[in-house]
C-alpha cells in the first residue's frame, strides 16, 4: 500500500520560530510537493522538486524553504514563522512523467500563535 | 497562469440524488484530476484524465477538451459521499504540480 507520511497532524508555534515540516514517501517516487490550504483559497503549490537536492519554486514560495538531500524525503521549512502561514499543509508525491497521479500525505495543521 | 473554476461551491442533496460537479479551465492541460477530502483532510485520487470519460462504481468523470470542462457526476448518491470535491489541472509536465479549484463541499442528507 503507497504512503506518504507527515511528520505531525497538528503543530503549535510562535512567531518568529524555526519550523520544519518533513515527508517522507516509500514508493520510490521522483516528484514531490509541499502545497498549502486555506478557506476560500484552496490548494496552492508551496515548492516541488523532480530530484534529489532539486527544488523549484511553485506559486508562493515567498516564507519558506524546502530539502531534498534523500529522494524519499522532502522538507519544508518556515525560516521566521508568521500568522499568515497558519495553514493546513499537504505533501504529496508522483513518479516521473508527463503526468501521473499524485499522492498525498494527511496534512499537518499548523497554527502559529 | 491556468484559472481553475469549479461550481457549485456549496451543494447540498438528498441521498439517492443524481450529482453534478463541474470544473473549468482557461488553457489547455495535459492532465485533468478530481480529488476527494474528507474532513480531517485527508486527499484521494479518483480520476485522473486527459480525454472522454471514465467510470469506477457509482462516479463518473468526463472532460470535453475543445470546450475545457470537465464534470464529476455521482450516481445514486450516498451520506458516505459528503465530502470537498476538488478538480485539478496539470498544465505542463508532471513534475510542475497541480493547479487546483477550491472545491465543492457536498452534503448527502438521508
Known amino acids: 500500500d503507497v504512503k506518504v507520511t507527515q511528520s505531525s497532524r497538528y503543530l503549535v508555534k510562535r512567531t518568529g520560530e524555526k519550523v520544519f515540516l518533513e515527508c517522507v514517501q516509500d514508493?520510490?517516487?521522483?516528484?514531490m510537493f509541499w502545497y498549502r490550504q486555506d478557506p476560500g483559497l484552496g490548494l496552492r503549490l508551496i515548492y516541488f522538486?523532480?530530484?534529489?537536492?532539486?527544488?523549484e519554486k511553485g506559486d508562493i514560495p515567498e516564507g519558506y524553504s524546502v530539502s531534498r538531500e534523500k529522494k524519499e524525503r522532502f522538507s519544508l521549512i518556515l525560516e521566521s514563522a508568521s500568522t499568515n502561514q497558519t495553514s493546513m499543509y499537504l505533501c504529496?508525491?508522483?513518479?516521473?512523467?508527463?503526468?501521473?497521479?499524485?499522492?498525498f500525505g494527511p496534512g499537518t495543521r499548523l497554527t502559529v500563535l | 497562469k491556468n484559472e481553475v473554476e469549479q461550481s457549485p461551491q456549496n451543494l447540498t442533496a438528498q441521498e439517492g440524488e443524481f450529482i453534478t460537479i463541474n470544473c473549468s479551465y482557461s488553457?489547455?492541460?495535459?492532465?485533468l484530476h478530481w480529488l476527494q477530502q474528507h474532513p480531517g483532510g485527508g486527499i484521494v485520487s479518483l480520476f485522473m484524465?486527459?480525454?472522454g470519460k471514465k467510470k469506477h462504481g457509482r462516479l463518473i468523470a468526463t472532460i470535453n477538451i475543445q470546450e475545457k470542462h470537465s464534470s464529476l457526476h455521482i450516481t445514486a448518491s450516498h451520506p458516505r459521499d459528503s465530502a470537498v470535491y476538488i478538480c485539478?489541472?496539470?498544465?505542463?509536465?508532471?513534475?510542475?504540480?497541480?493547479?487546483f479549484g477550491k472545491g465543492t463541499h457536498l452534503i448527502i442528507q438521508p
Open positions: 504529496a508525491s508522483t513518479i516521473a512523467g508527463t503526468y501521473n497521479e499524485q499522492f
Open positions: 514508493m520510490d517516487h521522483e516528484n
Open positions: 522538486s523532480y530530484d534529489v537536492k532539486m527544488k
Open positions: 488553457v489547455g492541460i495535459s492532465a
Open positions: 484524465l486527459s480525454s
Open positions: 485539478a489541472i496539470n498544465s505542463g509536465g508532471g513534475a510542475d504540480g497541480l493547479t
